[in-house]
């Protein structure tokens, strides 16, 4: 039974910085990709970061790029996505995913396991 628990969220002035983090439980990470996704009211959701476990390649979308980090503890089942310089358009729900992929897109439908999401709110 595959468990993605996100925590971190919360709010901040714009500029701040805040980490998220993502702790998998259920679920065997090798050859796995994980994922960060954000969903802004009235918006749809959208990918802003992966890493795969074999390798650690990242990728981002070009809206965070030089602002979020993606960083995962293999040991932990630990996800992390750091993000600084925190602007107001970066206030959404971050949702965790999960999937046994070679290549981590950041497509949504490519996902089938998600966490319950942590709000963050900038201002």
């Known amino acids: 039974n595959v468990q993605l628990v996100e925590s971190g969220g919360g709010s901040v002035q714009a500029g701040g910085s805040l980490r998220l983090s993502c702790a998998a439980s259920?679920?065997?990470?090798?050859?796995?990709?994980m994922a960060w996704f954000r969903q802004a009211p009235g918006k749809a959701r959208e990918g802003v970061a992966s890493?795969?476990?074999?390798?650690?390649?990242?990728e981002y979308a070009t809206s965070v790029k030089g602002r979020f980090t993606i960083s995962q503890d293999n040991a932990k089942n630990t996800v992390y996505l750091q993000m600084n310089d925190l602007q107001p358009e970066d206030t959404a729900m971050y949702y965790c995913?999960?999937?046994?992929?070679?290549?981590?897109?950041?497509?949504?439908?490519?996902?089938?396991?998600w966490g319950q999401g942590t709000q963050v709110t900038v201002s």
């Open positions: 259920g679920y065997t990470r090798s050859r796995n990709c």
């Open positions: 995913a999960a999937e046994p992929l070679v290549y981590c897109i950041l497509i949504e439908s490519t996902y089938n396991y």
């Open positions: 890493i795969n476990s074999v390798g650690g390649r990242t």
